[in-house]
């Protein structure tokens, strides 16, 4: 049994297919998807819907997909006077600002599914968690979207807002926890701004291990494997 962390798929279907085959996924290996599942690629829902339909396979709440969640909620309500007033400035410019950032394409995918898969696929989305923790060979790991806001040392991590572990970016320079028995784990930030080659490779440093190699721009979409400490990689979306 093998547990692997993956990040930031962001629709890349194919390239996640292609990446379970190479590591020979199973259903005894456990698989952990640290957000953003959702938007910019090209099949955003039939990642979603390979998730749901593995109980070995655990999504992590990323921004991408909790603001697709915020606004398909909306968009699938009736239409009533209380639905219309829900409709706020506020909330169309987050619809607005989803759009720009990919989110057309979950869109368009979601509106082909028939309504009771689309009731399935926000339920799925409203059940994911923000952040897990693996224990393993005396290694805490902590797997997160984002980052931890406001970090504090004494701040257990139920006490962290949504937004400070979908938005927030570490600094990855920073030993949060010292000691070298806690790994913080992230996606969001696409490792070529992380690294000093600025190649799409995971980075492992001062307590970080980023895993958002930019595959949906064209870097690699990658595996880390907990046990082996080994990451496998295939090529990102060709742009």
């Not at 997909?65 to 007033?85: C, F, G, N, P």
């Not at 600025?198 to 930019?214: M, N």
Request: charged share 25%; hydrophobic share 35%.
């Amino acid at each position: 049994m093998s547990t692997y962390l993956i990040s930031d798929i962001h629709g890349c279907y194919d390239q996640y297919q292609e990446l379970l085959r190479k590591i020979d996924f199973s259903k005894d290996d456990e698989l952990f998807v640290l957000g953003d599942a959702l938007d910019r690629g090209p099949e955003p829902i039939k990642v979603m819907l390979d998730l749901m339909d593995r109980e070995n396979a655990t999504l992590i709440m990323g921004n991408h997909d909790a603001t697709a969640l915020m606004v398909l909620r909306q968009l699938t309500k009736e239409i009533t006077d209380d639905s219309i007033a829900e409709i706020t400035p506020e909330v169309l410019n987050v619809c607005s600002a989803w759009f720009q950032d990919g989110g057309f394409s979950t869109m368009k995918k979601f509106q082909e599914q028939e309504p009771p898969v689309q009731t399935d696929l926000l339920s799925f989305l409203e059940d994911a968690p923000f952040f897990e923790t693996i224990e393993y060979n005396r290694m805490l790991y902590i797997l997160v979207h984002g980052g931890l806001g406001n970090f504090d040392p004494s701040k257990e991590l139920e006490e962290y807002q949504p937004e400070e572990l979908l938005w927030d970016r570490p600094d990855y320079n920073r030993d949060y926890f010292p000691g070298g028995r806690i790994v913080l784990v992230t996606g969001h930030t696409p490792t070529p701004y992380i690294r000093e080659d600025r190649r799409p490779l995971v980075y492992e440093g001062h307590g970080h291990l980023a895993i958002d190699c930019g595959c949906v721009f064209g870097g690699r979409l990658a595996a880390y494997c907990i046990e082996t400490g080994e990451t496998t990689y295939v090529n990102g979306l060709n742009r």
